[in-house]
């Protein structure tokens, strides 16, 4: 038996199905810019050809124009509607490539009753960048998220794509989320230290790049004062700590960054110790209490942050520029999570205060934070709705990047669940900052302990004793 092909028909009643032009009426209604310009063309072409392809011409001038005069605007609002327009048409979503490539998959449903070969119809495309496409699928009647997520790997093989991963949505629909290609191809180098404080704007703190290959930068000022970063054990969230240190150096130096350091785990933070002032907790305890150095290190934290109020409405200001007498004091925690494991006299619930606390009330007095996470879930992170900036770098399981990002950011391109356990990709992950409509893929500057030397050595004028320890 022949069997005809059909994109998602209707199952129910008739053997029949649509006649041909009321299925072409439904693709036009589906699809009207295929329709309207392709005949606005031609009818202009007949009727008034010169002004047709002055009209055309203009168009085009326009975007080469845009192309070449603003590569960051065009790049963000244009490209990507080219690039959809072009896949969707021209590549692997258009009509006939897609139904070989869902036939080669097992894609296919065959309606026995009506004898026709149904496919999930492509609904929208978009291509935030040229290395991830957003496919929304109608599945057929029967296809569930599994039958997509049992053939990604195949999926991917026959797209020549690097991965492709679902995401359900409303209504039954499916998000496909096919990563082309991987934006980061080396490691990028730690940024420079400014020499001057004058040089530095806390606002716009280098960081590293995107996946459209600009820079990124963080603020660590005012509303965006607040950065949360998550990710996996090794997955690269310190140089993400130590990126946006190195960019305040000569502000540290100069005194008009503190800085303050909770290291439960002692590691790498613990570099920074001759550069801290004793703004410094890992959990070690007092002998006579029992307690450990990390609740009183949130105590002066909060105690600095109230006297600064008391300062401010003294003098009667809301609103005072970071100086020597008003500096930027940012805490930095690292793995949150395991500090209850420290906190005799601090239940967990002290340690979440905490941070809600400085969270709703430092803007205004520069008081910061950078807190990084192994584990995202809403227990552990009870505030991280009200951070505004965050960071998803490889985690575990696929309902993590929601719970860092937000609701929707995975259906959107960011498969951290996806993000390969291996050396090229430590430090990848995906950013939401709360100015920006949705979350880009992003990968660190990578800060190595030699830099993170130097950074000491900058603000403290000294060789730092780990250096010293080696060369002796
Ligand atoms: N931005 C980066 N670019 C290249 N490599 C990186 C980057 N960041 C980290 N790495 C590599 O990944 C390794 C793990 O990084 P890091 O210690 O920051 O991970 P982590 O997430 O903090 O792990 P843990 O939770 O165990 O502390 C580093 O030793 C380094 O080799």
Known sequence: MSKRNNTNVNVAGSKRSAGVEWRALRWSARHPEMVTI???????????????????GGVLTGLGVHYRAHPDTFDVHVAPVLRALRRRWTQDY???????????????KEHRRKGIVQYPRVVSIRCRSQHV??????????????????????????LRVERVAFEPLQRGRIAMIVQRSMPFTETI?????????????????????DEFGQPVYLSLVGKQSFLLIGGATGSGKNSWVFAPLRSLAPMIRDGLVKLWVIDPKKLEFKQLVPMLGGRYADGTKDEDTGDTDIPPLMERYIADMEDTQMRMSRMGVREA?????FPLNLMIVDEVASLTAFTTSLEAGHINAFISKVVSMG???????????????????????????????????????????????????AIADQIPATEEFDGVGYLKQETKKSARM??????????????????????????RLRAA
């Open 363 to 413: 803007r205004t007095t520069h008081h910061a934070m950078i807190i990084t996470s192994v584990d995202p879930n809403k227990d552990v992170l009870p505030f991280r709705d009200l951070i505004p900036n965050k960071i998803c770098l490889r985690v575990n399981s696929a309902t993590q990047p929601d719970m860092l990002l937000g609701e929707g950011a995975r259906e959107n391109g």
């Open 133 to 158: 496409d957003v496919v929304h699928l109608a599945p057929v009647r029967g296809q569930s998220l599994r039958t997509f997520t049992e053939r990604g790997e195949q999926i991917a093989a026959s």
């Open 442 to 467: 992003v990968r660190a500057a990578y800060t190595s302990s030699t830099d993170v030397h130097e950074l000491v050595e900058f603000v403290t004028g000294r060789p730092h004793p780990d250096r």
């Open 321 to 325: 520029p970071i100086s020597k007498e």
């Open 38 to 56: 392709p005949t606005a063309l031609a009818a202009g072409a007949v009727v008034a050809p010169t002004i047709t392809a002055s009209v055309v």
């Open 189 to 209: 180098p730690a940024p420079e230290m400014p020499q001057d404080s004058r040089e530095v704007d806390p606002a716009r703190l280098y960081v590293g790049e």
């Open 94 to 108: 258009v009509g006939v490539r897609w139904r070989d490539l869902c036939d080669s998959v097992g894609l296919d």
